[in-house]
C-alpha cells in the first residue's frame, strides 16, 4: 500500500485549437520521465457550441506518491 496522489488540471486555449490538438497527438511517451504520458491529456470538445467560450484540454493521472520523487 502507499499515498495515491491525484494530479489533475486543465489548459483553457485561446487561437487554434486544432495546432494544441496536433501538438498533443504527436507527443512520444519518454523513458527517461514515465509519469507524464499522452494519455494524461483529453481535448475534449472541439467545437462550439459544446464549449461556452474557449476549448479546453483537461488533464488527470494516478499516481503511487509522486510528491515523494
Request: glycine share 8%.
Amino acid at each position: 500500500m502507499g499515498i495515491q496522489t491525484i494530479v489533475y488540471g486543465r489548459i483553457a486555449l485561446k487561437g487554434d485549437f486544432e495546432k494544441s490538438r496536433q501538438y498533443l497527438k504527436s507527443l512520444v511517451n519518454d523513458g527517461d520521465f514515465p509519469w507524464l504520458r499522452t494519455e494524461f491529456f483529453s481535448t475534449g470538445a472541439t467545437e462550439s457550441p459544446y464549449y461556452y467560450q474557449q476549448p479546453v484540454i483537461g488533464f488527470a493521472a494516478d499516481y503511487k506518491a509522486i510528491e515523494y520523487d
